[in-house]
């Protein structure tokens, strides 16, 4: 769980998530269980949401974890917390557009519109992603 947020274990994580695939393949359940791993919101960053990357603490390791995970099919986890954005930027981020309670548009994005910061970090995500090339990879 958000090891990319620490440096301890980073180089561990992409190895052992290749054993545990390799284990599960063994065990003839590679249609049934998916590999992957929780990412704290800070390994993207960008503004606006279509303009996201990855931070470059991580986007070594990210290119890897990518293909991995685009390879055996397993979606892209992340623990995306609006109020910890909150927190960290209060002169720049509403409380309410945090905490879903906008009721207009408060970033405009191209054809795209937030009033909630959830949606816009979901997005940054996706354009990370996609940024490296991985546009398919499912976001959970």
């Known amino acids: 769980n958000e090891v990319l947020s620490g440096t301890q274990y980073v180089s ?3 190895p ?6 390799t284990a599960i393949q ?3 359940l590679q249609n049934n ?10 390994v993207t960053n960008g503004f606006p949401p ?3 990357v990855f931070n470059d603490q991580v986007k070594g390791t990210m290119n890897s974890l990518l293909q991995f995970l685009s390879n055996h099919g397993s979606p892209f986890m992340a623990n995306i917390y609006p109020y910890f ?8 981020i509403s409380l309410n557009y945090a905490l879903f309670q906008s009721t207009s548009t408060v970033v405009q994005d191209g ?6 910061l ?3 970090l979901v997005d940054t995500h996706i354009s990370a992603m996609q940024a490296l090339g991985y546009p398919n990879i499912p976001l959970i």
């Open 12 to 14: 561990y994580l992409v």
């Open 16 to 21: 052992a998530m290749r054993n545990i695939q």
């Open 26 to 28: 063994n065990a003839n």
């Open 33 to 42: 269980i998916k590999v992957s791993t929780t990412h704290a919101s800070d």
């Open 50 to 52: 279509s303009q996201g």
């Open 85 to 92: 954005s909150y927190t960290g930027n209060r002169a720049s």
């Open 111 to 116: 054809g795209r519109s937030y009033n909630n």
């Open 118 to 120: 959830f949606d816009a």
